[in-house]
């Protein structure tokens, strides 16, 4: 029996996203609109971790919207949606990264408690001084200088697994590299951060 072309929207917001995708594939656009408002958030939060730059993100994050589209007939029936929209999301980063990789001078501090779970949890006091504000503000370039020598396939790996929190598995198809190979850069990337940051670490608890 074919598909209602014409389903109420309660029907579509109860659709699974591989189901809303085959939808999309057939020219379904309350199906895409579903999905956006499904995965936007997810997409932009990813783009930008790599990034950390909102702006830039905001931007991808529609370019791999525009690209969902684009090549909706490309989609494999029972693949998992949210693998494909992640490749499609972690290539436009790579790409990205690799065309600014010499000019980076930034990261997010807020992302980077996030990735090391551990000990900055103060730098982001919303009620320090003005002082401590601007203390704050050069961290952020020092420790943005440590982040923009970790190699972008170790960093893409930690916050698809730390930030995303996709399975392993999952990864592996994103990056199209074995599971063993996700787990080592994954680990490799947080050892990187954590050794370079030592020492601001150090300076921060000292009284």
Do not use: C
Not at 4 to 22: C, F, G, T, W, Y
Not at 52 to 80: C, I, M, P, T
Not at 172 to 186: C, D, F, K, Q, Y
């Amino acid at each position: 029996m074919a598909p209602d072309k014409n389903p109420p929207l309660a029907q579509i917001v109860s659709l699974s996203d591989e189901d809303l995708m085959a939808r999309v594939a057939e020219d379904d656009e309350r199906a895409f609109t579903e999905l956006v408002g499904r995965f936007q958030g997810r997409v932009t939060n990813l783009i930008s971790r790599v990034l950390n730059d909102r702006n830039s993100a905001d931007d991808l994050a529609q370019e791999v919207f525009v690209r969902v589209f684009v090549h909706r007939r490309n989609y494999r029936r029972g693949s998992k949606f949210s693998t494909w929209i992640f490749t499609i999301a972690a290539n436009l980063a790579k790409n990205e990264i690799r065309r600014r990789v010499r000019r980076r001078n930034w990261f997010s501090l807020d992302a980077l408690t996030e990735v090391l779970n551990d000990s900055l949890p103060q730098l982001a006091d919303p009620t320090e001084s003005r002082e401590a504000g601007l203390e704050r503000e050069q961290l952020q370039g020092e420790v943005g200088r440590a982040i923009a020598t970790v190699p972008e396939k170790y960093r893409l790996a930690l916050v698809l697994r730390d930030i995303e929190g996709l399975a392993y598995e999952e990864i592996a198809e994103v990056l199209g590299v074995p599971g063993g190979t996700v787990r080592s850069r994954i680990n490799r990337a947080r050892g990187m951060l954590k050794r370079k940051l030592q020492p601001l670490l150090r300076k921060q608890d000292a009284p």
